[in-house]
């Protein structure tokens, strides 16, 4: 199967159900056909992402969205953790946070975010962010193959 045509794995790490909502809503008329997968914290994320447990069937993402303040572990870690894997570093990891502080924002591109995006609190800013994202890292945006 061409790979254009097959669904984009989105991995939502999260831990605030009310913007997992407005994730979710916001990506459901999404251009491209995708399937998003969300954990709630840092150590289920890794789980996710390297098969472990309950997740050892999960599909390996093309894309990650992550919260910087998780429990467990916090985003940082799970960046780090992505990004020192020879086969893991090259799935796109977006900072989606609140955090405006630039020690987060430095650090986050100091552990190879490819971006960083600050969660805006207004509701339709936030949808605009989330329609950005998809329009950038699923329309414009070339992918690598597993």
């Excluded at 254009?4 to 939502?12: A, D, G, K």
Aim: hydrophobic share 45%; proline share 5%; charged share 30%.
């Amino acid at each position: 199967m061409e790979y254009s045509l097959r669904p984009i794995e989105i991995l939502l790490v999260e831990d605030n159900p009310g913007d997992v909502r407005l994730m979710m809503e916001a990506l459901k008329d999404c251009k491209v056909q995708n399937h998003i997968h969300v954990v709630e914290d840092g150590a289920e994320a890794l789980d996710f992402i390297f098969r472990k447990k309950a997740y050892k069937d999960a599909p390996r993402p093309d894309l990650i969205l992550l919260d910087l303040n998780l429990p467990k572990k916090d985003g940082r870690e799970v960046l780090a953790e992505i990004k020192k894997n020879d086969s893991l570093k090259r799935i796109p990891v977006v900072i989606l946070t609140a955090s405006n502080a630039e020690k987060d924002i430095l650090k986050a591109y100091d552990l190879n975010a490819n971006c960083y995006i600050t969660k805006p609190v207004d509701l339709d800013q936030f949808i605009n962010v989330v329609k950005s994202i998809e329009n950038f890292w699923l329309c414009v945006v070339m992918l690598p193959k597993d």
